[in-house]
């Protein structure tokens, strides 16, 4: 670490404290004060990372307030976020024993390609804000494992170029906005780059009141105006996002549209070519409805505790999910996975595959794509552990029977 960025990091945290005093931020105390004095000093070099909360560590010290805010918020007083990560104590394994696990193939085939393990990367927006490699980085990462990786429509680098470091087709994160023609032409971008597979995300029509996020943005005493332009009718955050090029948006008020039903979905239908999944489904009657109206398949997610502070975990959300969908076609979760117990779990309850966000972000603001790939490697190596403890060999060894509800 550069002598620079360590005063950068040591003047930022002396600013924390002195903010941490104001009563006006009492309620937000706890989680200032975590990015004021982090529980051990960040590591030096990617070998010491015992886990990924190192790489948070790191990224807390290394990024500006803005972009760590950015990262780190959820809505309202992020409750959802506690909720995501206390939600995997509900659950406990069933271990079983005498069965030869010297052999652990974790491989996965969805949509008819093949990956290496069951985890994969969830779309996260603007991740040159964190590192310079950006997306190309993260994607590089995926390679290096063969992992699943989901591109964010606010990408900060060209989805052909992702797909050119990735060595394949990512899946595409459509933001539909709530103009119909946007939302053709950035699925018509999309094909054209080369993706089969879309997800639609539908958690954020509600709009989201990130305090967290708000309150680094005071802190952050750099010029950002060269970054974030402003522009009428607060269509500021498309602004040099590749996604948008060539595409109006002067009409655009919202990421989102406040008006998206079922009849949406089937007008993406006629126009997207390829598989059309549905991301932030959270209840057995929309994911019964998800199969009925053709999807082909659905994420469980809530934004990462950033889309609606419902105190309520998306490992939670997810049994009756499967259960309405009946496993008639693919059901993925993320929000809150850090650990191969996590990932374990979810799997067992019925998930086909599980994302990740905030963890290879944390690892690519450490230290590029080579922490971006470590992260991913830990939890390989986590996920591997367990599937031996339990005496799980393959991931259709993985089965309700090996996890039970805690009283």
Not at 323 to 352: E, N, Q, S, Y
Not at 362 to 388: K, P, Y
Request: charged letters at 25%; one cysteine or more.
């Amino acid at each position: 670490m550069s002598d620079a960025t360590s005063n950068s990091g040591a003047a930022r945290r002396r600013l924390l404290r002195y903010l941490l005093a104001s009563p006006v931020l009492a309620g937000v105390g706890p989680m200032l004060a975590a990015f004021a004095e982090p529980s051990e000093k960040p590591i030096e070099k990617l070998e010491d990372a015992l886990n990924v909360f190192d790489f948070e560590t790191l990224a807390r010290e290394r990024l500006p307030p803005a972009h760590w805010g950015y990262l780190a918020t959820g809505t309202d007083s992020d409750g959802t976020i506690r909720a995501n990560r206390d939600g995997f104590d509900h659950y406990a394994l069933r271990v079983r024993r005498m069965v030869d696990v010297t052999k652990i193939d974790m491989s996965l085939t969805l949509f008819g390609v093949k990956y290496d393990s069951p985890i994969g990367l969830s779309p996260v927006s603007s991740q040159q804000a964190f590192h310079p490699e950006g997306e190309v980085g993260a994607a590089q990462a995926a390679r290096a494992g063969n992992h699943l990786q989901i591109l964010s429509t606010l990408t900060s680098r060209r989805i052909e170029d992702v797909n050119a470091a990735r060595g394949a087709s990512v899946w595409y994160q459509l933001y539909s906005t709530d103009q119909w023609d946007v939302t053709t032409g950035l699925l018509k971008h999309a094909q054209a780059a080369g993706c089969t597979v879309a997800a639609v995300t539908v958690d954020l029509n509600g709009g989201s009141n990130r305090e967290t996020l708000a309150r680094f943005r005071r802190m952050d005493t750099r010029d950002c105006t060269l970054c974030h332009k402003s522009e009428p009718g607060g269509t500021q955050r498309f602004q040099g996002k590749p996604m948008f090029e060539g595409i109006d948006t002067s009409k655009v008020r919202g990421v989102t549209s406040q008006a998206m039903t079922w009849d949406s979905v089937k007008r993406m239908r006629d126009v997207w070519p390829g598989k059309l999944l549905i991301k932030g489904i959270v209840t057995k009657e929309d994911g019964e409805l998800a199969v009925r109206h053709g999807l082909d398949g659905v994420i469980v997610s809530n934004h990462g505790g950033r889309a609606e502070d419902s105190g309520r975990a998306t490992i939670d959300s997810l049994v009756e999910v499967v259960d309405g969908t009946r496993k008639k076609i693919p059901v993925l979760v993320d929000g809150g996975f850090r650990r191969g117990t996590d990932i374990f779990k979810a799997l067992a309850i019925g998930a086909t595959a599980v994302c990740v966000g905030r963890p290879y972000v944390w690892g690519l603001a450490s230290f590029g794509q080579q922490g971006a790939e470590a992260v991913l490697r830990i939890l390989r190596r986590e996920l591997t552990m367990v599937m031996r403890q339990v005496g799980t060999r393959t991931l259709t060894e993985i089965t309700p029977a090996a996890v039970v509800t805690k009283a």
